[in-house]
């Protein structure tokens, strides 16, 4: 895992503004072992052009894939600069407050190009980002601005989650990067 604080503290703030302007689907419901329930938090989804189609078939289906702005583009190949990747789609999730997360999983690595890991990059409010390798679990304090990177294989190694934070009233957006095999 690596971890590296890429925009500071003003580039944060306008980060922030404008991707709270991007539309998501909040609290979109799906079935879940036959029970209607909701995805805990905002999301969409993004690709560096139209060959690129990613749906992670987990809560319901990603949404509906939009093209990147020029902004967002900006924004991957800073990652990509940083981290010497070649991301190429952008899952956003958005957290309203503490009440909303993501449990304990593992990405389902289809579609993605082989050998591949995930970062994930946050703005807004600081949230426990947690990972567990058997009985052992580690917490990072996921910062306005850093990003984490997790290269192949730490995916199929390790569980990561989002928890409930209930003190934390503050929003958060998160920026999740992964290289698609384009078609």
């Known amino acids: 895992m690596e971890i590296k604080q890429l925009f500071t503290e003003p580039e944060c703030r306008a980060i922030f503004d404008y991707l709270n302007t991007l539309e998501v689907e909040y609290h979109k419901p799906y079935l879940r072992f036959g029970k209607t329930v909701k995805v805990p938090r905002g999301q969409a ?28 583009k900006e924004i991957t190949r800073q990652v990509n600069t940083e981290l010497n990747t070649n991301f190429n789609t952008i899952l956003l999730n958005k957290y309203l407050n503490g009440a909303d997360c993501i449990g304990f999983h593992r990405d389902k690595e289809t579609g993605w190009v082989e050998g591949t890991g995930f970062a994930t990059l946050s703005f807004g409010a600081e949230r426990d980002f947690l990972l567990r390798k058997g009985e052992e679990t580690t917490s990072v304090l996921h910062k306005n601005g850093s990003v984490i990177h997790l290269p192949h294989p730490m995916n199929q190694q390790y569980l990561h989650a989002v928890p409930k934070r209930l003190r934390v009233s503050e929003p958060r957006i998160s920026l999740t990067f992964r290289e698609i095999v384009e078609k």
């Open 45 to 72: 989804s993004f690709t560096l052009n139209g060959n690129i189609h990613y749906d992670y078939k987990v809560s319901g289906g990603s949404p509906p894939n939009k093209v990147m702005c020029e902004r967002l």
